[in-house]
């Protein structure tokens, strides 16, 4: 297959630095980032030797901060021709600064006399509910999301929905520690920043940026290729969040205890606990997978009430799996009451925040997101494919359109028209003539409710 290069202002022949290549689809991962390495490099060189020198682990959080933040900043758009806060939104940015409070707010903990845990309970409440989980709201609903760019990585889609769910999960899981542990190291967090070192970079890493990548080149995959279908990669992907979940419980529970990880055993272990974590988990992966299944490609399809039991099958299985994993970190799981009531009290706001978060938020969040992702597709891949890809991709989504319920289809080709009104004539003419194509070969019927939703976008 050849390679469609196109005629966008854009083009191919800027340095970009790392690429997504596959017959018919070439795009940049990351325009510019051959410019970003070496500072990202500068960041992990000064940080290394000086926490090994100083014993603490406050450098890598630094630079484990520095690193995606730099990253997820970092104007791309310079050499495409755009202004920054054309594919920078005020509100993607402030959500991107809004991270700086993490250290800080661990600083806080750090620092704060162990006597002082009224101090310390509010320090982890406020880092759990609004640093990681709240500040990712303002960046899920679609005025945060810029315009689209030549480039595979588009943090501003990835961010607000995978912060959404790091929150939810840390809160609920934090919640019903607050709520079902008592025990050594107790519910008053001390502190320690190599295990915090640990949350960022073997959890909310998982979380927020590799999931979302992962995400998006799955999704990418199969709509060109029809690769990554199986059940077996869904089901992998489920058992990834939950992996990526474990890791993150595990860091927080040598944080509250001030440890450094795997500088000794903080697990007290429990055989219980441990086969309510398998059965959950296993819950967990096989019914969201087979309702993955059942909602079908491609992603326009899923609808809000679809997203909203994705949600709970998530929130209710892994409160179970929480409930056997603090079995297994302090050995028996008590509710918290009569002089500890005020820990279970605290712990069950941060757990219904937790489900606010994870269900109604996330929810609204991907709905969102999806309106992103087919900005991107319409105004980005399609011109990037070659013109028997790009077929077979509108094909696909025209079709999906053409089923939807009246109202969601004329939204939908509502977004189509303004996406491809934004093109640049080159690429507009590609992926109109292409449409139209498409709608010729869609039965009668079909090609009539279509045509219908495109006169209501074109009259306004």
Do not use: C
């Not at 993955?292 to 209710?316: C, M, N, W, Y």
């Not at 712990?347 to 938020?361: D, H, V």
Request: aromatic fraction near 10%; glycine fraction near 10%; hydrophobic fraction near 50%.
């Amino acid at each position: 297959m050849r390679a469609d290069n196109g005629n966008s202002p854009v083009g191919n022949s800027i340095p970009t630095g790392p690429e997504v290549k596959s017959p018919g689809l070439s795009l940049p991962l990351f325009p510019g980032f051959n410019r970003i390495l070496p500072l990202l490099t500068v960041y992990w060189i000064i940080a290394i030797p000086t926490s090994i020198l100083y014993s603490s682990g406050f450098p890598l959080v630094i630079a484990g901060w520095l690193s995606p933040t730099t990253i997820m900043l970092w104007p791309v758009g310079r050499k495409l021709g755009l202004r920054y806060t054309d594919y920078r939104t005020p509100w993607f940015i402030a959500s991107v600064a809004s991270m700086a409070g993490v250290p800080l707010t661990v600083g806080w903990i750090i620092s704060t006399p162990f006597a002082d845990q009224l101090t310390k309970h509010v320090a982890i409440v406020a880092l759990i509910s609004v640093v990681i989980g709240l500040f990712g709201v303002e960046v899920a609903h679609k005025g945060g999301f810029g315009k689209p760019v030549r480039m595979f990585f588009r943090p501003d889609l990835i961010l607000g929905s995978n912060r959404i769910l790091a929150g939810g999960l840390a809160a609920l899981a934090i919640g019903m520690k607050f709520m079902f542990s008592n025990a050594p190291p107790g519910d008053t967090p001390v502190g320690n920043w190599y295990a915090f070192f640990m949350i960022i970079v073997l959890g909310l890493y998982q979380l927020i940026p590799l999931r979302g990548l992962i995400k998006l080149r799955t999704m990418v995959s199969r709509m060109v290729y029809d690769k990554y279908r199986g059940l077996g990669i869904t089901a992998l992907k489920e058992f990834y969040l939950i992996v990526g979940i474990s890791l993150m419980l595990f860091a927080a529970h040598n944080f509250f205890g001030g440890v450094t990880p795997f500088s000794r055993n903080v697990l007290a272990g429990s055989s219980q606990g441990l086969a309510i974590m398998v059965i959950s988990a296993a819950f967990v992966i096989i019914a969201r997978s087979l309702y993955k299944r059942h909602i079908g490609d491609p992603f326009i399809k899923e609808t809000i009430g679809q997203s909203l039991v994705k949600d709970v099958i998530l929130a209710g299985g892994m409160s179970v799996y929480f409930y056997g994993y603090i079995n297994v970190m302090v050995g028996r799981a008590v509710f918290n009451s009569g002089p500890s009531l005020y820990l279970s009290l605290i712990g069950l706001g941060l757990y219904l925040w937790g489900l606010i978060l994870l269900i109604p938020l996330r929810a609204w969040a991907r709905q969102n997101q999806k309106f992103g992702l087919m900005r991107q597709m319409v105004e980005v891949m399609l011109p990037s494919l070659n013109e028997e890809l790009r077929s077979k991709v509108m094909g696909k989504v025209v079709y999906a359109v053409s089923e939807l319920p009246e109202e969601r289809r004329n939204k939908m080709v509502q977004d189509m028209a303004t996406f491809v009104g934004e093109m640049n004539q080159a690429d507009r003419e590609k992926v109109m003539k292409t449409q139209m194509q498409v709608l010729s070969s869609l039965s009668p019927e079909k090609r009539m409710d279509m045509m219908k939703a495109m006169d209501r976008a074109l009259l306004g």
